[in-house]
């Protein structure tokens, strides 16, 4: 059961445009969302992260937006460079009694921006 | 860099072999966390350990095991390894599984790659 959902596993762009890469998921318990950064052969690097009392989070170039009705989330990255190709991946949490942090992870979509 | 050291870089070794993944979380971090990225495969938790004690328990195999130290670097030990055990490991650290709920982000290391022939 594939609680987190990257649907699209690539997505290219040009230079300058904007990177949209989405997420979706299934359990409404889901209230913390992150996005992470792997370029290959490297451990994944947190980009940005949103609560679910928010609908949008933004720093510097990436934004996050999340449609909790929808249970779906955005990354969009603007402008998109070349350093911005890789795999993107999106994560979540649950509050709970347990008090566990443990991230659910999406598959997984591979940006690249081309010159 | 994310200041979570992670030893050994690559590894490779025989069916039924056991070996030991090392991980030194970034400092000040309390809580440690393991996943597998298998070939094609999101990242998959395994465990979680917070300050010497095990907090929670993902899909992690009867023939994996952790354990956290009294200077928070934990261990996961892999036995009888498989073919299907050949996978990047990544460990993570973050300040406190209790108080913010979860809230806190995951800073990874660069992984250990596990090749079992």
């Known amino acids: 059961d594939q609680q987190v959902k990257q649907n699209s596993p690539s997505l290219s762009v040009q230079e300058g445009r904007i990177s949209i890469l989405n997420c979706d998921y299934t359990?409404?318990?889901?209230?913390?969302f992150l996005w992470y950064k792997k370029y290959p052969a490297e451990g994944p690097t947190f980009l940005i992260s949103?609560?679910?009392?928010?609908d949008k989070n933004e720093d510097g170039r990436f934004t996050v937006f999340l449609n909790k009705s929808a249970k779906h989330l955005s990354l969009h990255i603007v402008p998109s460079q070349p350093g911005d190709s890789a795999v993107y991946f999106c994560?979540?949490?649950?509050?709970?009694?347990?008090?566990?942090?443990?991230?659910?992870f999406g598959q997984g979509t591979t940006l690249q921006v081309k010159p | 860099d994310s200041g979570v050291t992670q030893t050994p870089k690559h590894l490779i070794t025989a069916t039924g072999q056991r070996v030991t993944l090392r991980c030194s979380p970034r400092?000040?971090?309390?809580?440690v966390y393991w996943y597998q990225q298998s070939l094609d495969q999101g990242l998959q938790f395994l465990i979680q350990?917070?300050?010497?004690?095990?907090?929670a328990k993902g899909n992690i195999l009867e023939r994996f095991s952790a354990q956290q130290f009294p200077d928070l670097h934990s261990e996961l030990n892999l036995s009888s390894l498989e073919l299907g055990d050949s996978a990047l490991y990544f460990c993570?650290?973050?300040?406190?599984?209790?108080?913010?709920?979860?809230?806190?982000?995951?800073?990874f290391g660069p992984g250990t790659r596990l090749l079992v022939l």
């Open positions: 993570a650290s973050s300040v406190d599984v209790g108080l913010a709920g979860g809230r806190e982000t995951q800073y």
């Open positions: 359990n409404s318990m889901f209230d913390y």
């Open positions: 949103i609560s679910s009392i928010k």
């Open positions: 994560a979540a949490s649950a509050a709970g009694s347990s008090n566990t942090g443990k991230l659910i």
């Open positions: 400092s000040g971090d309390l809580s």
């Open positions: 350990y917070y300050n010497g004690e095990e907090r």
